[in-house]
């Protein structure tokens, strides 16, 4: 099979090198890919965000099967264009893609069908934003409706920070359309829980769990990123929990989504708060993770080509997806000054990796034969092992085998999940 692999980030070679190990993986192509992703698929340097040059490309092409990861492309229709060729894609269509596209769609999908959510209140325009701040007090979430980076949520400690980012949001236009409305809502307080499951629209097969530390720093310290590091599984996630999950949030999640004439297909990403009320859904992400998927896929013992095929085809049910029962850690290296302004073009020094060791890349470009850094996040050490500690460690001692010049890293992946485990968190 020829596949199509849409992005350019560190999740995009973890589902790449996840897709090569099917025999029928012939050729893939990544569309933008990056130097990283080259060495294990063709990069073709075409934005995601391009859906006619995509279109254009899979048809001139042959690709049998695409897959799109990011969210952006998803929420333009990628999915809905490729399907009108003929092109058999694993991804939510637009409609559906909407559950992370519109914060205000998700939170009243979630109030009209009684999934438990944080209690909140939509606006579009600022001054009742701001009064609506003010009668309910501090600590208060503010959220951006649209897309943004992952970036567009601020959990405020004071009256003052909420009504500051409503009107850098509302008012500034920090995120552009983005933030033209806003949800004001109750500040949730618990273990977070991340929770990506394959749903062919009828059936939803959880995978492991994981934990995301978002902070730039130590003990969660510094602006908010996109991710600097994860663990799998969860250990605050118990059977229970998964149990209440299950009936209380993911298989109502898909039934609304039905019943709403959107049917969704491909990886929903439960984003969960685990509070003394039970568990509360956070966010939902259309697709993969990231840096979730590099903890997550790396687990999983069966096809992935084979589990997005029977998702694209309905058959989900009838498919075995496993996972192992091991540990897995990633340490995200990013350049010094991330997320906020760093130098680039550093050449990166890769080990060799050994059994239960992988180097995810994300922001890397070729030039001059070498691998030099492009981006804030560098890339993703990841190690497997049978226990947590062995894997937090092991991902360590990989990330201290790579080099490149400006690289730093949080030292504490993992720490929260080893004192849970301990039974002091």
Same mark, same amino acid.
């Given at each position: 099979m020829t596949?199509?692999?849409?992005?350019?980030?560190?999740?995009e070679h973890a589902i790449i090198q996840k897709l090569r190990e099917d025999p029928r993986a012939e050729t893939i192509y990544a569309l933008p890919g990056n130097g990283g992703i080259a060495a294990d698929a063709v990069c073709e340097p075409i934005s995601a965000m391009d859906i006619p040059a995509i279109v254009a490309f899979a048809r001139s092409h042959a690709i049998?099967?695409?897959v799109v990861a990011p969210d952006d492309p998803l929420a333009l229709g990628a999915v809905d264009a490729l399907e009108a060729e003929g092109i058999p894609c694993f991804g939510p269509r637009q409609n559906a893609a909407q559950i992370e596209s519109s914060k205000v769609f998700a939170k009243n999908l979630m109030k009209k069908y009684g999934i438990p959510t944080a209690r909140y209140e939509t606006f579009s325009e600022l001054d009742s934003a701001l009064a609506y701040v003010e009668q309910q007090g501090a600590p208060i979430v503010v959220k951006a409706d649209g897309l943004a980076l992952g970036k567009g949520v601020t959990v405020a400690a004071t009256v003052e920070e909420a009504k500051a980012a409503l009107r850098d949001m509302m008012e500034g236009g920090k995120f552009g359309q983005a933030g033209a409305r806003a949800v004001v809502e109750e500040c949730l307080t618990g273990p977070e829980v991340s929770v990506l499951a394959f749903t062919d629209g009828e059936t939803v097969v959880p995978m492991v769990s994981s934990m995301d530390h978002k902070r730039a720093h130590d003990g969660d310290a510094g602006p908010n990123t996109g991710g600097m590091g994860t663990i799998a599984p969860n250990p605050f996630y118990t059977p229970e929990i998964?149990?209440?999950?299950?009936?209380e949030i993911f298989l109502p999640t898909i039934r609304a989504m039905k019943a709403e004439g959107r049917p969704f297909?491909?990886?929903l990403y439960f984003g969960l708060m685990l509070t003394p009320d039970g568990p509360k859904v956070i966010e939902y992400n259309c697709r993969f993770g990231d840096p979730e998927t590099q903890v997550v896929l790396p687990l999983l013992e069966s096809s992935l080509l084979e589990v997005m095929l029977a998702v694209r085809e309905?058959? @989900? *049910?009838?498919?075995?997806?496993k996972f192992s029962r091991k540990s897995a850690c990633c340490v995200v290296l990013a350049s010094d000054g991330y997320p906020l302004h760093y130098a680039k073009g550093f050449p990166i020094a890769l080990p060799e990796t050994g059994a239960g060791e992988h180097i995810y890349i994300a922001g890397a470009a070729q030039k001059d034969g070498r691998l030099v850094t492009s981006g804030g996040r560098v890339l993703g050490a990841v190690a497997v092992a049978d226990t947590l500690p062995a894997a937090i460690?092991?991902?360590?001692? @990989? *990330?201290?085998?790579?080099?490149?010049?400006?690289?730093f890293c949080?030292?504490?992946i993992g720490a929260r999940a080893l004192k849970a485990m301990e039974g002091h968190a």
């Open positions: 596949i199509l692999v849409i992005g350019g980030g560190g999740r049998d099967f695409s998964a149990e209440r999950c299950m009936e297909q491909g990886c309905g058959r @989900l *049910a009838r498919t075995e997806v460690e092991k991902a360590y001692a @990989l *990330a201290d085998r790579i080099h490149f010049d400006n690289a949080r030292r504490d």
